[in-house]
T-cell receptor, first 111, second 114 residues
Framework: QKEVEQDPGPLSVPEGAIVSLNCTYS??????FMWYRQYSRKGPELLMY????GNKEDGRFTAQVDKSSKYISLFIRDSQPSDSATYLC???????????FGTGTRLKVLA | DGGITQSPKYLFRKEGQNVTLSCEQN?????MYWYRQDPGQGLRLIYY???????QKGDIAEGYSVSREKKESFPLTVTSAQKNPTAFYLC?????????????FGPGTRLTVL
């Protein structure tokens, strides 16, 4: 079993929809959670960073961490065609340098 | 502008040749990383370095080598021992572990073995 599981998609939604992207993990030591957006043939761009449990909002993006369920989510409101990309979750334990990545979910927002 | 640069963007190699991928950062980060990305497999860690003159193997270090002689630079050599080197290679950097320890990525190098 992988430490981090992420549905690869693709996930297709109409423009303006609310998108929910998710990752589950098995290591209860993870405390730091990140979401990256990666356009085709580009490096990942950090979208959201969350420490421990709770919600964090930044514009149209909301990151949610539920440590009791070992489940993290990224919500995108009012999705746009420019949001079409692969979204990667990543997580890390305290005191370690090693980040563990999900395989990424490919999102397509249709105009 | 602070950031991470990788060169070249595209690299072609003949079988049996070693090639070196460049990674430079001006973020003053101590830690640097190399990942390999293949379709459907996410990012896999090749090597990482916590500090100058020190580096550790990641999950898939076989067939790769690195050096860390300067804080800003962390070149990756893909040797002829790497059986399947065609992939997208990503360099990243971060500050040492702590509550606000985000990892930032460069634009990547696509390596193709002919």
């Amino acid at each position: 079993q992988k430490e981090v599981e992420q549905d690869p998609g693709p996930l297709s939604v109409p423009e303006g929809a609310i998108v929910s992207l998710n990752c589950t993990y098995s290591n209860s030591a993870f405390q730091y959670f990140m979401w990256y957006r990666q356009y085709s043939r580009k490096g990942p761009e950090l979208l959201m960073y969350t420490y421990s449990s709770g919600n964090k909002e930044d514009g149209r993006f909301t990151a949610q961490v539920d440590k009791s369920s070992k489940y993290i989510s990224l919500f995108i409101r009012d999705s746009q065609p420019s949001d079409s990309a692969t979204y990667l979750c990543a997580m890390r334990s305290p005191g370690t340098y090693k980040y563990i990545f999900g395989t990424g979910t490919r999102l397509k927002v249709l105009a | 502008d602070g950031g991470i640069t990788q060169s070249p963007k595209y690299l072609f190699r003949k079988e049996g040749q070693n090639v070196t991928l460049s990674c430079e950062q001006n973020l003053n980060h101590d830690a640097m990383y190399w990942y390999r990305q293949d379709p459907g497999q996410g990012l896999r860690l090749i090597y990482y370095s916590q500090i100058v003159n020190d580096f550790q193997k990641g999950d898939i270090a076989e067939g790769y080598s690195v050096s860390r002689e300067k804080k800003e630079s962390f070149p990756l050599t893909v040797t002829s021992a790497q059986k399947n080197p065609t992939a997208f290679y990503l360099c990243a950097s971060s500050i040492p572990p702590g509550p606000y320890n985000e990892q930032f990525f460069g634009p990547g190098t696509r390596l193709t073995v002919l």
